[in-house]
């Protein structure tokens, strides 16, 4: 792969778009499963039915897998960066 160029505006926007694309799965995977805790906490807390009880668990663990894949996409681009950095170093040497 070849060293990213920022030395023009172009270069560092492209950059940002490879940056963004790396985890995204990842990512949107995570906060969807974030979204869905929050809104099945809500509705438990406030409906009162049987399966709150049981949901509320079930809904903290999706809210803890939720952050889990979004920290998990964070670490994914940063190694990226410093790898494409290092790249950057190599190339200028």
Do not use: N
């Amino acid at each position: 792969m070849t060293p990213p160029d920022l030395s023009t505006e172009d270069g560092r926007a492209a950059y940002r778009r490879e940056l963004r694309r790396v985890g995204w799965r990842w990512r949107w995977g995570g906060l969807a499963l974030i979204v869905i805790a929050a809104l099945w906490v809500a509705a438990a807390r406030d409906g009162g039915q049987a399966w709150a009880e049981q949901g509320v668990v079930v809904a903290y663990g999706l809210l803890a897998a939720g952050w889990v894949l979004v920290i998990s996409s964070i670490a994914m681009r940063t190694r990226h960066h410093r790898r494409r950095m290092a790249e950057l170093d190599g190339a200028a040497r």
